[in-house]
Structures are given as C-alpha cells and as structure tokens.
C-alpha cells in the first residue's frame, strides 16, 4: 500500500507550479477579477433605480410621439386632449389606442412628406391596423378600470385630464415613446387608496408614492397638491375582491 505522501494529485501539481510562477499567478488574479467586475456589474444593472421604478422602453411600429400631439403650443406641441385619441378611458375599463382611421383624419393633409407618415399612409391604404406594442400590462387576475378613475377625478372633482393621467403614466406629453413610469404594484395602488379611505390623513403617510407622483414637473402646482392632501374624500376601495374579482 502506497503513503499518502506517494501518491501524486495533477492538481496539487497544477497548483505548486502556479505558486512558483509569478506570470501565471497575476493571469489568474487578473480572470477572477474581471468575472468578479462583470458579475457585480449584471446585479447593479438589474436593480439599478430605473428598473426598480420598472421604467421599460418599448420599440414602437410608428415612432409616434406624445410630444408633438399633446404638449402646450409653446413647447412645440398641438395641445391635444389624452381622452380625443384615447376616448374610451372616460366610459370603459381600458383606454384604448386610437384607430388608424383617427390618425388619418389628420395625416391625410398633415406632414404627408415625412418618412413615418408614408408608413401610415401605407398601413391605411393596406387596410391593416398597426401593431403598437403594450406598454402597461397588468396580470389578469386584477381588475382595473380607468372608467371610475377619470369620472371621480377629472368630471366630479374638476382636476385638469393631463393631471390625472399622471398619477399613474407620469408626464406623458414630454415623452416620445410612452414608457411605464409607475410600478402599478398592489402596494402601489393601495397607498393612494388608503388616502381616500381616510378623511383626517393630511399627512405624506402612505401617499407618498403618489404625491410624488403629483408632483412631477408640469403636472400640478405645489397648491393644487395641498389642496388636495386637505380635501375630504370618497372612500377607495382596499376589499380584496374590488381589485380580484
Ligand atoms: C394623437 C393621439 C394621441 C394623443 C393626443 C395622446 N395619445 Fe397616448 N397614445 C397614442 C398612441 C398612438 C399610442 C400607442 C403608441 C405608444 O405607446 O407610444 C399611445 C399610448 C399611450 C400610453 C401607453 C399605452 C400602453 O400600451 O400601455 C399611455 C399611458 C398614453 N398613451 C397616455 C396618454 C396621455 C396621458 C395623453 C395626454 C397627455 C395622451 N396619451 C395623448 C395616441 C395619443
Ligand atoms: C388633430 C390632428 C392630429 C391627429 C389626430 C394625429 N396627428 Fe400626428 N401630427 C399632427 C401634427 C400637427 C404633427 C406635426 C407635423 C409637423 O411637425 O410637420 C404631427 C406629427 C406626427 C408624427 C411625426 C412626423 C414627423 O416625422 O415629424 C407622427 C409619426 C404622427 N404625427 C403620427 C400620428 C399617429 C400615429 C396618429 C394617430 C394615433 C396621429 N399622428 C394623429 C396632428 C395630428
Ligand atoms: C388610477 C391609475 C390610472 C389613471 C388615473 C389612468 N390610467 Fe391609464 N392605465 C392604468 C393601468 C393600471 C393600465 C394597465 C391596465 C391593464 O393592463 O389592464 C393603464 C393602461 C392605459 C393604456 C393602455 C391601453 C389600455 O387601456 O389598457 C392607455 C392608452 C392609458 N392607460 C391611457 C390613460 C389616459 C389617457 C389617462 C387619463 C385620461 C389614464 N390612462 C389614466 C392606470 C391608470
Ligand atoms: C391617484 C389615486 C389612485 C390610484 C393610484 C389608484 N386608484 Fe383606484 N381608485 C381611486 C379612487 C379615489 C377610487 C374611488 C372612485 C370613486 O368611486 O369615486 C378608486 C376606485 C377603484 C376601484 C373601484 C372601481 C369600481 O368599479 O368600483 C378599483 C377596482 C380600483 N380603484 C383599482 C385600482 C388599481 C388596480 C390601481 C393600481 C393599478 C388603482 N386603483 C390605483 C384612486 C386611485
Ligand atoms: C387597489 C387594488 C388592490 C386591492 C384592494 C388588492 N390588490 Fe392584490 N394586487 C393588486 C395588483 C395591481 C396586483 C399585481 C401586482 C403586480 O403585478 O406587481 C396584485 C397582486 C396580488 C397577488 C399576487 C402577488 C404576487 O406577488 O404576484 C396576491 C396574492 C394578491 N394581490 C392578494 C390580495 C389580497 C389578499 C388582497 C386583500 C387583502 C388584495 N390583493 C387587495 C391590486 C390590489
């Protein structure tokens, strides 16, 4: 029977000639460490603060922007109203994407020069409808409706449409290509319902989320914002079957 000390292990070897030479020892120091830079690179990317507020980018069909159609005159838009493309946001659980034909009506005689208007035009002539991708995308087993929101909002309480709109989209008429900008999480959306179950709440308590949200440049002025910290309220719903049903 041999001893411990006769029997020869290739990588006990591989390591005593890595010890004794100093090239191949500062080689491998170097591979480590690069992996080592890549891995902590992937985890910093992955929950960098744009992905934790899930801001996604999507590519588009039509590079159509918001900008040009609803920001005011002055900041080179056509001040459009959200709910004239997206008119069923008012009167339906879902707000739509306009139809092509509605594009047209203005396309027909607007910028028909320019590139991404003859893909339009091309799109009509076909008869096919464009294939815009979502942006926002609940999971199905919860219910939301836009419906309850923009008839409490913007036709009981009078706030103006682009305001409303961005308690949940963000500034969208500063945007080219519509991202999401909320998390649209179950925490979320409870920290403005609870808001509005509790009437004596002034306080940035649990609506933080949201008020920042309000507070998003060009959507609401710093007294609308207190003005509607302070206001009684309806209750919002936080029953569980209201958002599962
Ligand atoms: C001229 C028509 C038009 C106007 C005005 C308009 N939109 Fe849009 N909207 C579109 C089109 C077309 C898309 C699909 C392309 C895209 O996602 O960028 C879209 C997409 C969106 C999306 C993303 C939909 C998704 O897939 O989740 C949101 C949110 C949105 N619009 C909100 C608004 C708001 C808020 C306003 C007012 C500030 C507004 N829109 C004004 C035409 C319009
Ligand atoms: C109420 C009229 C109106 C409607 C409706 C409308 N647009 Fe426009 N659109 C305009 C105007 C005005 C411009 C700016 C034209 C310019 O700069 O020469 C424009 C610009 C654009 C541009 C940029 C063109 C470029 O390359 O400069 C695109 C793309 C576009 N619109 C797509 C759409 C789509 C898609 C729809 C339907 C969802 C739509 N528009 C609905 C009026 C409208
Ligand atoms: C209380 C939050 C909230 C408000 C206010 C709100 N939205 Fe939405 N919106 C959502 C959510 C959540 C979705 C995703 C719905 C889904 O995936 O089922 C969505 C989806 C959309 C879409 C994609 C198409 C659809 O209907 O699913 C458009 C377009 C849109 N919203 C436009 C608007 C416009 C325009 C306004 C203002 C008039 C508005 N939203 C106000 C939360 C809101
Ligand atoms: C900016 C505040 C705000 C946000 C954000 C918000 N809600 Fe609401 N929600 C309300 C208010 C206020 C009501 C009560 C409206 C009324 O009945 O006057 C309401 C009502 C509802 C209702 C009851 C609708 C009905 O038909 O009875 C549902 C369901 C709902 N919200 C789901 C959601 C979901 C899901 C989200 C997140 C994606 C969300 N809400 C985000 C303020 C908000
Ligand atoms: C105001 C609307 C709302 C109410 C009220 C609500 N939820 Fe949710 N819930 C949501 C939304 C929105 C999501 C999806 C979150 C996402 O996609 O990240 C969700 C997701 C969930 C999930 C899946 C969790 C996951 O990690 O995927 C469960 C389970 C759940 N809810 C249970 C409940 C229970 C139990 C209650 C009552 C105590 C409740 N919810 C009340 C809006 C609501």
Known sequence: MASDSTITNPLCDLAISIQKNQALRYFIARYFLLHRVIFYAVILITL???????????????QFTHKRHAAPVEEDGHAINCLYCHTYARRSAVAGIPPLAKCMGCHRYIATDKDEIKKLTRYWESGKTIPWKKVH???????????RHIQRFVFQEGQPVQQVCGYCHGDVKTMTVADRKRP?????????????????VHAPSPAEDWKVVASDKGLMSAAQTEALQTTKRNPAPSDCWECHK
Do not use: R
């Open 184 to 200: 649209l999480t179950m925490g979320w959306c409870l920290s403005c319902h609870e808001q509005f179950e509790d009437p004596l």
């Open 48 to 62: 960098s603060p744009t992905t934790l507020l899930a801001d996604e980018t999507v590519e588009q069909p039509i």
């Open 137 to 147: 995308d609940l999971p199905d087993f919860v219910y939301f409706t836009h419906e």
